[in-house]
């Protein structure tokens, strides 16, 4: 009974800590500082630019 009682908290606790983290992530998203990886330019910071051949956020060239 005792480690039926105790294998049922540590999975709930599991629980909690997987799901806190996940929301955690999803709402902490910061944008993306000079040489960072990033799948587009909206992942990037403002005045950076996703690198089509890195995919890393870089200056925007002026041309």
């Given at each position: 009974m005792k480690t039926s009682v105790f294998v049922l908290v540590l999975g709930l606790v599991l629980l909690f800590a997987v799901s806190f983290a996940t929301e955690m992530e999803e709402s902490?998203?910061?944008?993306g500082k000079f040489m960072w990886k990033c799948k587009n330019s909206n992942d990037c910071c403002k005045d950076l630019v996703c690198s089509s051949r890195w995919k890393w956020c870089v200056l925007a060239s002026p041309f």
């Open positions: 902490a998203r910061e944008c």
